[in-house]
């Protein structure tokens, strides 16, 4: 858990207190409830509707307005396995929610810091029919236009774990019933667990005796990596709004015990009147929806609010496998953001990098099924251990494959190959197997080759700040690399330096083209070029 960076906006002590579960110390006093206190004998159910205001009060929401500032950290891109969240932007937003219509709109201007520096004004238009993005969110400078679907189920989902006002007034107009599941401990205090049925796993509302005050939200999600994790949303510094409806002016969101998302609300208005202007798509477009789409959005939200929240969005199913021949038997497999080698020997196939997810793994098993038919995966690569370049392993290990990867991300790797993945199961779920794990270690050379016709693939490690485990795979002169080097991609000098130099220190070892986990290939004269530019 990883909550010291969070007390500027949220307060750590009242974060710190809410994770301490049953056994955490008493936290600080919070904001007054609403006049007259609560009836002890009424019900959770009652109890929460009644310290939001009351049912008259909530049926009497019809919008929503907010200026919000807040932070965002991005889990499993650091530089070691064990390292927290790691902070990546900052933001303001305007939020205009006409919830009679079901659309919601938000401004936002974003200062990405990690990994790569921008400055992002732009706005997301999640109608009821579907969403639309107008400006530039991204790193690569795509422009505004459809949001995938996948995108439009996160982003709802991730506002309706953030104001809990509206849950709250959907219980109580009986649009969604909860049942008592009994009572917990937060911070010393008791309170009612409140669970809420949910399309991807229950939501539970924990909800004070006391006061009816709600202190946050748990559930379960699918994070692509670490399979089922826990989400939880914290409020607190509750406010009575014209109207009478309560509502937290601050909040935050953790991902397995780690902070990725806080946010304060500067101004929230009640019942604003919104035109309908507002939410026009621009060209008068019409959005849509693929169902599908927006569920598996819903199960891995955090996964793409995320990667959108530093400027690299990784929505759509990226399943389309785009070979290139480099050498015979060696092809470079892009078809997406995120690219894999693929390497014929005489016993079996070797795969360098399992990138994404389990449907990227799954195409990328379908393609060697049918170029290399009959042949196993014997050994599948991990050149770091960062989610959107491992998550796919688990497939592999469940068709047998052995994982090999830098001795810093094994135990790692060791919990996420064991780890409970029901809310998207995938191979390793319902067909599971024992992981075999080799270890690259600092300064050695490892080497994968059967008889003597063999290609023979060898891998080392690479001394770089981005990563602890970071190894790189050769074989017939090509070497694999993800991040530090992209061909084609404009690339940290820094990291550059880092992999020339791995290069050089492992000289024996004939390097004439590089293939990128991201971009396409060059020459190591091309990444010599680069360090060096010529005169």
Known sequence: MNITRIGLLFGTALLAAACEGD??????????????????????????????????????????GATITGDRAVLDEGYAPEDGATAASRFEATLQWDLTAGNLRIDYKRNVAFPFPGMYTYSELLRADGGWRIGVDNFFGAPGGPLSSERWGSARR???LLHPELLVRDLASGKITGKDAGLGVIGGVPHHRLELADAVSPLTLWVEVGTGRLTKISTVEN????????????????KALTGGVWVPQRAALTVDGEVVHEELRTTITANPAIP??????????????????????????????????????LDGGQTTVAPTQLRPGVWHLAGGTHNSLVVEQAAGVVVVEAPLYAKRSEALLAWIGTQFPGK????????????????????????????????????????????????????????????TLRAVKPGQVETLAGNGEDRVVQIYT????????????????????????????????????ELRQAITDHDTIAVETI??????????????DLINPPS
């Open 23 to 64: 056994n955490g110390p008493a936290g600080p006093e919070g904001p007054a409830g609403p006049p007259g206190g609560l009836d002890p004998n009424l019900s959770a159910t009652d109890k929460v509707i009644t310290a939001l205001g009351g049912r008259p009060v909530l049926a009497g929401l019809t919008s929503l």
């Open 158 to 160: 991730q506002q309706r």
């Open 223 to 238: 994070e692509h990596l670490r399979a089922d994790v826990p989400v939880e949303a914290f409020f607190s510094d509750w």
């Open 276 to 313: 309908a202007t507002v939410f026009a798509v621009p060209g008068g477009a019409t959005p849509s929806l693929i169902t599908a789409e927006v569920a598996r959005g819903e199960r891995s939200h955090q996964f793409h609010e995320m990667f959108s929240a530093i400027g690299i969005p």
């Open 376 to 435: 196993p995966v014997t050994h599948v690569i991990a050149t770091h251990f960062h989610g959107d370049h491992s998550a796919g392993l688990r497939t592999f290990v469940a068709a047998g494959a052995t994982v090999v990867a830098g001795e810093a991300a094994l135990g790692l790797y060791r919990r996420v190959f064991a780890a409970r993945r029901t809310i998207e199961p995938d191979k390793q779920a319902t067909t599971p197997r024992q992981a």
């Open 462 to 497: 690479v001394d770089t700040t981005h990563a602890a485990d970071m190894v790189v795979a050769v074989v017939d002169g090509v070497l694999f690399v993800s991040d530090i080097y992209s061909p084609g991609i404009p690339a940290n000098p820094a990291a550059l330096r």
């Open 515 to 528: 293939a990128g986990g991201h971009g396409g290939t060059s020459t190591l004269q091309e990444l010599d």
